[in-house]
Antibody, heavy 122, light 112 residues
């Protein structure tokens, strides 16, 4: 079945970087796109960015521009989200979510990973 | 990019209908027919309930329906069931001149 398996929880110090992986299975990875969404404790969902898994084209939220990098490895059917210059406010659950459309960063996220908890603390 | 505006909470009794609103601007909700709705139970990942304003993914009950008028989108849940109690988030495409995708603040649905 279609599923996204994310990497395990991370604890990072302020100023460090974190890289979260999202391994896809059950479908043709390069035929879809992938969104990254985060949710701080008790807060709303927040969109971070998107990658077309076929051609590697990316789109980022202005809020995270310059701090976030989304990549993919087609041979491993895996997408990655790296966030740098971490601060305490980046403590959140980070989700990858498959996009139904690969043409543009449309908000049609039909399959979600279980989430990766990232804690930023000194 | 500001979040879309949703009521903090709504409630209804089993069997009743409830509607959750999602207000944006002409740059997001009003400008595109790309509004989606997600259901999130505590501690779980979100689940797509509606996309492209009113389309239901396979497996989502037809009790869930979506619509849009101007800058406001709505999710209606009819025949409320206990398992519908969850947080609901709207989400809209916002174009390439802003941040592409914006979520609402979320609405807590309580089934009385």
């Amino acid at each position: 079945q279609v599923q996204l398996v994310q990497s395990g929880a991370e604890v990072k110090k302020p100023g460090a970087s974190v890289k979260v992986s999202c391994k896809a299975s059950g479908y043709t990875f390069t035929s879809y796109a992938m969104h990254w969404v985060r949710q701080a404790p008790g807060q709303r969902l927040e969109w971070m960015g998107w990658i077309n898994a076929g051609n590697g084209n990316t789109k980022y939220s202005q809020k995270f521009q310059g701090r976030v990098t989304i990549t993919r490895d087609t041979s491993a059917s895996t997408a990655y989200m790296e966030l740098s210059s971490l601060r305490s406010e980046d403590t959140a659950v980070y989700y990858c979510a498959r996009a139904r459309s690969s043409i543009a960063a449309l908000p049609d996220m039909d399959v979600w990973g279980k989430g990766t908890t990232v804690t930023v603390s000194s | 990019q500001s979040a879309l505006t949703q009521p903090r909470s709504v409630s209804g009794s089993p069997g009743q209908s409830v509607t959750i609103s999602c207000t944006g601007t002409s740059s997001d909700v009003g400008g595109y027919n790309y509004v989606s709705w997600y259901q999130q139970h505590p501690g779980k990942a979100p689940k797509l309930m509606i996309y492209d304003v009113s389309k239901r993914p396979s497996g989502v009950p037809d009790r869930f329906s979506g619509s849009k008028s101007g800058n406001t989108a709505s999710l209606t849940i009819s025949g409320l069931q206990a398992e519908d109690e969850a947080d609901y988030y709207c989400c809209s495409y916002a174009g390439s001149y802003t941040s592409y995708v914006v979520f609402g603040g979320g609405t807590k649905l309580t089934v009385l």
